[in-house]
């Protein structure tokens, strides 16, 4: 995982308005590792759910994080 976390920090300092919304599911999840990943402030872009069918509760919330942005493929699945 720390090589996926490396390759997001390094797009992210590309000149790219970029936004990374790690969403951990159950309970296995490891924090560290989303904190890790997500952009900053990552109280808004560090998203938990206890299993799958949990998702549509967050769903407002990654539209939130997702649709500000200049371009974000989950934009069309949430309906932006």
């Known amino acids: 995982m720390q090589t996926q976390a ?25 924090q560290s590792e989303l904190l890790s990943i997500a952009s900053p402030p990552t109280d808004m872009t560090v998203i938990l759910v206890q299993d799958f069918t949990s998702l549509p509760t967050v769903q407002q919330q990654l539209r939130d994080q997702t649709c500000e942005g200049k371009h974000v493929p989950f934009a069309v699945v949430l309906n932006c």
């Open 6 to 30: 490396a390759l997001l920090r390094s797009v992210m300092s590309g000149g790219v308005e970029t936004r990374v919304v790690a969403v951990g599911i159950g309970d296995g999840v490891d």
